[in-house]
């Protein structure tokens, strides 16, 4: 290997091992400004969705998972929470784990993967009026989610369905 080629992979090595520690410096003056909330099981609310695009769906997010199907982005919920997110405009239903922080847009309380905006059916318009409720923590259900669409069977779905029998 010639001089600059080592010079090329130190610089490599050296950036990789950098730039995560840059990206967390941001989480946690986030983490100052909205703390996370306790004890948040059964809370519900109103909000505005949003949905990342399709670009980002294998990303890594704050939670250091890739970003998949079934998932979310909120600022103040801890990370494996479970939310059932219902379209106030068409009464559809779907439920999404927590896994990154944000939405960072102004009047926005929840950023949804591509597949669950397009359950909800807000993937044209763009954001959509919804009532947030949070049904489990660490990836289980344990509160019974209200009647939703069972579209596509996606495991998180299906995962919220099993769980929710047991509970019963």
Known sequence: MNVWTRRAVAIS??????????????????????????????KSYLGHATFYGKKYFGKITASGERLKNGTCAHKTLPFGSMLEVTNLKNGRKTIVRVIDRGPFGKNRDVDLSFDAAKKLGMTLAGVAKVQIRVIGLNGIVLVRPDEYL????STITARADMAAQRVD
């Open 150 to 153: 069972l579209e596509e069977a």
């Open 13 to 42: 090595l050296l950036s990789l091992s950098i730039f995560p520690c840059i990206g967390q410096a941001h989480y946690k003056v986030y983490y100052d400004k909205y703390p996370q909330v306790k004890k948040p099981l059964g």
